[in-house]
């Protein structure tokens, strides 16, 4: 699609099977972390955030989980659908999600065969 | 409730030229934050405006500027466009209370020639 970037590492999925994204973050001083979701001509959409007091967050389908001692955002989607195929994004902010200015990683493209 | 709109949605410019881009936030959302996407250098954030007052700047030179009016609208401009400037020009409205999410519209592509 027309917003990804041309070396995105990619993830590639059967239907029905999860999948897990990873991330690396790098502010150690990052207090709140999100996920998002970009199909192509669209802009990001958001799926689910935690704040470095957690580890751990389910949404629907969604879980993410936060390593604070190695820098490491992971986001699983259980039961992988056609309809997630897109690129996923992590982004950090230092402000505990109060102010506006994350900081976004590279992505993944996420392919999900029939 | 209607989302994040932006306008327009597809620009051409020549180089040398300025351009205004608008961005219409979530209503009740004072936080407008602008991002620009490109495929090299992936999402990176210009500036954030919180009742009309700019709150952060990103790493991004002076001839990138915004502002924003009471009504939470925000607009941001270009001026001496460059070619390395074509990109997809993101908006994305917070709103208050410690909610982190930013709510993101469907961005301005502009390429510039």
């Known amino acids: 699609g027309e917003s990804v970037g041309l070396h995105l590492p990619t993830l590639s999925v059967q239907e029905g099977d999860n999948s897990i994204i990873n991330c690396a973050y790098s502010n150690s001083a990052s207090d709140y972390f999100i996920w998002y979701k970009q199909e192509s001509g669209k802009g990001p959409q958001f799926i689910i955030d935690i704040r470095s007091n957690m580890d751990k967050r389910q949404g629907q389908r969604v879980t993410v989980l936060l390593n604070k001692t190695v820098k490491h955002l992971s986001l699983q989607i259980a039961a992988t659908q056609p309809g997630d195929s897109a690129v996923y994004f992590c982004a950090e902010n230092n402000y505990g999600g109060s102010q506006g200015n994350l900081i976004f990683g590279k992505g993944t493209k996420l392919s999900v065969k029939p | 409730k209607a989302g994040v709109t932006q306008t327009p949605r597809y620009l051409i410019k020549t180089r040398g030229q300025q351009v205004t881009l608008s961005c219409s936030p979530i209503s009740g959302h004072r936080s407008v934050s602008w991002y620009q996407q490109t495929p090299g250098q992936g999402l990176q954030f210009l500036f954030e405006y919180f009742s009309e007052t700019q709150r952060n700047k990103g790493n991004f030179p002076g001839r990138f500027s915004g502002r924003q009016f009471s009504n939470s609208r925000s607009e941001m401009n270009v001026s001496t466009l460059e070619l390395g400037d074509s990109a997809l020009y993101l908006c994305?409205?917070?709103?208050?209370?410690?909610?982190?999410?930013?709510?993101f519209g469907p961005g301005t592509r502009l390429t510039v020639t």
């Open positions: 994305a409205s917070k709103g208050a209370g410690g909610r982190g999410e930013q709510y």
